[in-house]
């Protein structure tokens, strides 16, 4: 369990037997353990296996901090709240109904993957009583663990994300908002799938964090690091450079099915530019490019019929 800084860690919850896939933050201070963002329910042995390592029981947790409410962030929250029921549950007001009934959720990753895909990849959803709740809005203070953390709502990979930052630590945490980073170069890439993706507000979301100041970013996929800064500064160039592939792709004249195929050819050369392509290993786990690609052609669309 590397740590962050004092009593703040993360695991590695080796996602798909691939490291450096889903990362889980650990706070584990003597007022409550705090975990962020406690991943898949087909993690959940890991997770618990990886705590236990710490000395750490699932009854010792009092918090859980959502970023937003996708499977591979969120999906393990009421495997743990039904072991211990005294857990609270941070979540933005959008994303609240699908935790209380995830079937709907549910229902959308059969889309993109199939029950037996779901099933595999995501394991077992359960609801979340209403009463472990605390939904969060726009702008929040919140007291976990013993922990200040300044809440803000940073949309764009989904309209239901919010951020949390300690000040004591310097650490924003961040979920998919400030993007994907697997290597100590600063490289980035942004994950958009559908459904709503929304570029405008997801610099919006970006400038909200540097507004933090923060000494460090801690991002779901994978890991915390420093000169946030220089981070921050990538997302919002491949942000737009990937945005862009996808628009022209979109508009060219080759056949539906030829336009995915360019987009790809696009991406991987980016990646190959870079020359971190042998980092980039967990990236069809929790980043595919065909679902990215999805949630782009999505955007585009919809501003093309509001403009």
């Given amino acids: 369990m590397p740590f962050i800084v004092s009593d703040i860690s993360y695991v590695d919850l080796n996602f798909c037997n691939t490291p450096k896939a889903i990362a889980t933050g650990v706070y584990g201070s003597d007022a409550g353990v705090v975990l962020v963002d406690p ?10 296996a990886l705590l236990q390592a710490q000395g750490i029981r699932v009854s010792d947790i009092q918090s859980v901090l959502l970023t937003h409410i996708h499977l591979d962030h969120a ?21 609240a109904p699908h935790v209380i009934d995830p079937s709907k959720l549910i229902n959308s ?71 994907l980073r697997f290597t100590s170069q600063v490289f980035t890439l942004p994950p ?39 981070h921050l500064d990538h997302l919002e160039t491949s ?7 996808a628009k022209r792709a979109i ?9 995915y195929e360019q987009f790809r050819a696009g991406v991987v050369a980016y990646i190959r530019r870079a020359g971190v392509e042998d980092e980039l290993g967990p990236l069809e786990h929790v980043g595919p490019l065909e679902f990215n690609w999805r949630g782009l052609v999505r955007y585009w669309k919809k501003k093309g019929a509001s403009g």
């Fill in 39 to 48: 991943g898949p329910g087909s993690c959940i042995e890991t997770l618990r």
């Fill in 75 to 95: 999906g393990a929250t009421g495997l743990l709240v039904e072991e211990n029921p005294k857990i609270r549950v941070f979540v933005h007001e959008k994303g």
């Fill in 109 to 179: 990753a059969n889309q993109l993957w199939g029950e037996e895909g779901v099933a595999r990849l995501w394991g077992r959803v359960l609801p979340v009583p209403q009463s472990n709740l605390q939904v969060l809005g726009e702008r929040n203070q919140i007291v976990a663990g013993g922990h200040a953390f300044d809440v803000r709502y940073t949309p764009g990979h989904a309209s239901h994300h919010v951020s949390y930052f300690d000040g004591q630590s310097g650490i924003a945490w961040a979920g998919d908002t400030a993007g």
């Fill in 192 to 230: 958009t799938p559908p459904p709503d993706i929304d570029l405008e507000a997801w610099r919006e979301s970006i400038a909200t964090l540097r507004a933090w100041r923060p000494e460090i970013v801690f991002i779901t996929h994978f890991g915390p690091y420093s000169g946030v800064s220089d």
């Fill in 239 to 245: 942000l737009r450079d990937v945005a862009d592939l």
């Fill in 251 to 259: 508009d060219s004249d080759l056949p539906d099915e030829a336009k």
